[in-house]
């Protein structure tokens, strides 16, 4: 297994860990079964996310892309954040192992999760804006049932 | 202080100064080929002979009873396959074998099942040790091999070899063993055990990598593995690799003359190990606590993942293994521990820990001082542990 420097430093060295106090938009994706849990918290402000932070339970990968994942959306107006792929998140780390990609889409899953639930506490249905978040679930077989993880 | 602490000698061992010794004058003064008959060539199979009767001695067998291979793999390949093909002619296509053998066994005996074979995988219970009663009842008329690990390699359990012999023995059914783990760490006596075929690797006991052995128990019909010339009594055919052969029969030798001090100072160390993480809250133990290896640590950290838990340990200059699925490549946690029954979540928080002889309690203390530390780390940043924790308040 073979990791970038840019994972590596982001595994270390988490940016922006732990619980954000006046988060109003909490997102939570993956599962215990599959390994890995991600879950984000965003501060929004005037449609711009003022303040993030995550928490995850996972590997280096995991860890890694989750952080930067909330590097890439701070200060970021929503529609910005929406915006960000997994892809971007690979690329800004500069790329993750095959097996490994799942965690980025993870990472990407989970602000989309954070800014539904921003939406919901906002009273504003979040269908129209974010659509549906697949979720991560595989039995014991051998491939993930989630189709983004493949 | 940080240290650099090996502690993955089931995975690998380095090659010790005395068998690298023994081994360079191979490589460049006696380099002849052992088949030849002028003095460099003869010069080369003498000490295979030596080899031969040193891993034969380690193991109560004859030397006439030991093929050398390239390792555990193709010894495990070998013993099953050759079996299975030969016994097939007899009409006896059913094999016994354990869910948590390693792939080495686990692949080879699924590919006998796509070519009709029908296979038995034993339940090795939640102590992760095979019953011999379960073995018993599994034989039927058509079973031509009962292949059962002698140690598992994850979680060191040691399974009750003499007594699932003596069932196979009564049953007249072959016995096949892979040793790998256990070779070095635990007393085996082929004939009082009553194994007909066993796999044993180097480079786990201090030799290089790419050379073990299968022992072939006297009279045994066997097909060749390499058509060829006649090395290996035209079993295995290939001009051998002399210099690794002879750096196995000198680990071998070294390895079953220190055995007992060697494993009471480990299971010291081991214990120590095990005492000291189990003060962490919401960990475990896996696998039989005194039927184990003397240097095989496996315990699981609720909350936490492996492979962030080997990368904070490789910081700390920490080599360690784990059952994750993020270490074993697919999705899934490690089937041994699975076969133990753990759920999957706690499975993908597993440690092991395997300690050798280079191992000091100076790396006991080193581990113990650092753990905690970093499962707590991995805790905090996880919402898996907010949850335990919520759980059980």
């Given amino acids: ?150 | 202080m940080k240290r650099f602490v090996y502690a993955d000698n089931a995975a690998t061992t380095p090659v010790s100064q005395d068998v690298l010794k023994a081994m360079l004058p191979y490589y460049t003064e006696y380099y002849g080929n052992p088949s030849s008959l002028y003095s460099v060539g003869r010069d080369a199979k003498k000490p295979l002979e030596l080899a031969r009767e040193q891993v034969a001695n380690c193991l109560n067998a004859f030397p006439n009873e030991i093929f050398f291979t390239s390792g555990g793999s193709e010894a495990d390949n070998w013993a099953i396959k050759g079996i299975a093909h030969e016994l097939a002619k007899k009409g006896k296509k059913h094999i016994i074998t354990s869910k948590f053998e390693h792939h080495a066994v686990l692949h080879t005996v699924q590919a006998l099942e796509k070519e009709g074979f029908a296979v038995t995988y034993l339940e090795v219970y939640e102590n992760g040790i095979v019953r011999p009663e379960d073995v018993e009842a599994a034989i039927r008329e058509d079973t031509a091999l009962v292949s059962i690990m002698y140690a598992n390699n994850e979680i060191g359990t040691i399974q009750p070899i003499p007594e699932i012999g003596a069932v196979c023995k009564k049953h007249k059914v072959l016995f096949h063993t892979d040793a790998v783990q256990a070779v070095g760490n635990v007393v085996i006596d082929v004939k009082e055990q009553n194994i007909d075929l066993l796999s044993l690797s180097g480079h786990k006991l201090h030799a290089p990598k790419g050379v073990g052995a299968l022992y072939i128990r006297r009279g045994l019909r066997m097909p060749n593995l390499v058509d060829g010339g006649a090395q290996e009594r035209g079993r295995r055919a290939g001009t051998e690799n002399v210099a690794g052969i002879v750096g196995l029969g000198v680990a071998m030798q070294q390895a079953c003359a220190t055995i007992e001090e060697r494993t009471q100072r480990l299971t010291k160390m081991r214990d120590r190990l095990i005492a000291g993480a189990s003060k962490i809250e919401r960990s475990r133990l896996n696998g039989d606590p005194v039927k184990r290896l003397p240097g095989n640590f496996n315990m699981c950290f609720e909350g936490i993942e492996g492979e962030s838990l080997l990368l904070k340990l490789d910081f700390a200059g920490i080599c360690a293994s784990s059952g994750s699925a993020c270490t074993s490549g697919s999705l899934d946690p490690s089937h041994v521990l699975l076969a133990i029954g753990l759920p999957h979540e706690i499975a993908h928080g597993s440690l092991r820990i395997s300690l050798s002889d280079q191992n000091t309690e100076e790396d006991v203390d080193y581990i113990l001082e650092v753990l905690p530390g970093i499962v707590s780390y991995l805790r905090d940043m996880s919402p898996l542990w907010d949850e335990i924790v919520r759980n059980h308040a």
Avoid at chain 1, 24 to 30: K, L, P, S
Avoid at chain 1, 88 to 109: I, N, R, T, W
Wanted: glycine share 10%.
């Fill in chain 1, 1 to 150: 297994m073979a990791y970038s420097e840019k994972v590596m430093d982001h595994f270390a060295n988490p940016r922006n860990v732990g619980e954000l106090a006046g988060a109003n938009g909490i997102g939570e994706v993956g599962n215990s079964k599959c390994g890995d849990i991600m879950r984000m918290y965003i501060k929004v402000e005037n449609n711009i996310i003022q303040d993030v932070s995550f928490k995850t339970f996972g590997c280096g990968a995991a860890i890694a892309t989750s952080s930067m994942a909330t590097e890439l959306i701070k200060g970021k107006t929503i529609e910005e954040a929406l915006q960000l792929t997994n892809s971007a998140v690979m690329e800004a780390l500069d790329g993750l192992p095959p097996v490994k990609v799942h965690c980025s889409v993870l990472a990407e899953q989970a602000i989309k999760a954070a800014l539904k639930n921003y939406y919901e506490n906002q009273g504003i249905d979040p269908t129209p804006f974010i659509g549906e978040i697949p979720e991560c679930h595989h039995d014991h077989g051998d491939s993930c049932g989630c189709g983004s993880c493949e």
